[in-house]
């Protein structure tokens, strides 16, 4: 069974128009990351949560915003969407930061810019 | 900070050994791991390794690591079509008390059958 659900597997925006990215789990992990992996790179930590503690990477662009609600929850918003943000996202958990606790993946969202 | 480097493609034929080498550069990297990403698909988390551990077997799966050159490698024997995929070596430096993991380019692995 999937422990770490995102949804949708694929998703279209148009240039400038917000979306948002959903990723769930059924692990009961305290920490949830999102990451950007453009074609052919390995992927690239944008932030994540440490239950409800946000921690952003000093590169990350404005534009992405991520929320908690609850545990099992965790959204990626783009703002405006511009081209360069196509890529694929993915969501991972691990019980705890650092140490014995190896992340999680989920099977990703492939964004599309139109 | 850390710099994790991964040869780009390696071919075989099916039934002989792979191996997939990665290096790393902080010496504070106390837990290295490798995933392992079919088209399309997330990263599917294979095996790990402790920085005082020499060795790990896990079935087809043995990691090998040189502390001392900074080494690290993936062999799978007995390698399958199924086995084709992207493998990435990442690492967690700063003995574990970040929890950034910082991947290598990934390898491409091509099982001829």
């Known amino acids: 069974d999937a422990m770490v659900i995102q949804n949708p597997r694929y998703q279209v925006t148009q240039f400038g128009k917000p979306v948002t990215l959903s990723c769930s789990q059924t692990?009961?992990?305290?920490?949830m990351y999102w990451y950007q992996q453009k074609s052919s790179q390995a992927p690239k930590l944008l932030f994540h949560y440490y239950d409800k503690d946000f921690n952003n990477e000093a590169d990350t662009p404005d534009n992405f915003q991520s929320r908690r609600p609850n545990t099992s929850f965790c959204f990626l918003d783009i703002r405006s969407p511009g081209l360069g943000d196509a890529a694929m996202y993915l969501c991972?958990?691990?019980?705890?930061?650092?140490?014995?606790?190896?992340?999680?993946f989920g099977d990703g969202t492939r964004l599309s810019i139109l | 900070g850390e710099d994790v480097e991964q040869s780009l493609f390696l071919s075989v034929r099916e039934g002989d050994s792979s191996v997939i080498n990665c290096t790393y550069t902080?010496?504070?990297?106390?837990?290295l791991y490798w995933y392992k990403q079919e088209p399309g698909a997330g990263l599917q988390l294979l095996t790990y390794?402790?920085?005082?551990?020499d060795m790990k077997q896990d079935q087809r799966l043995t990691v090998l690591l040189n502390k001392k050159d900074k080494h690290l490698s993936l062999r799978i024997a007995d390698t399958q079509t199924g086995d084709s995929a992207i493998y990435f070596c990442?690492?967690?430096?700063?003995?574990?008390?970040?929890?950034?993991?910082?991947f290598g380019t990934g390898t491409l692995l091509a099982v001829q059958p």
């Open positions: 990442a690492a967690l430096p700063g003995g574990g008390a970040t929890n950034k993991l910082i």
């Open positions: 902080d010496s504070s990297s106390t837990y």
């Open positions: 390794i402790f920085s005082n551990m």
């Open positions: 692990l009961n992990h305290n920490v």
């Open positions: 991972a958990t691990s019980r705890d930061r650092g140490r014995l606790t190896p992340q999680h």
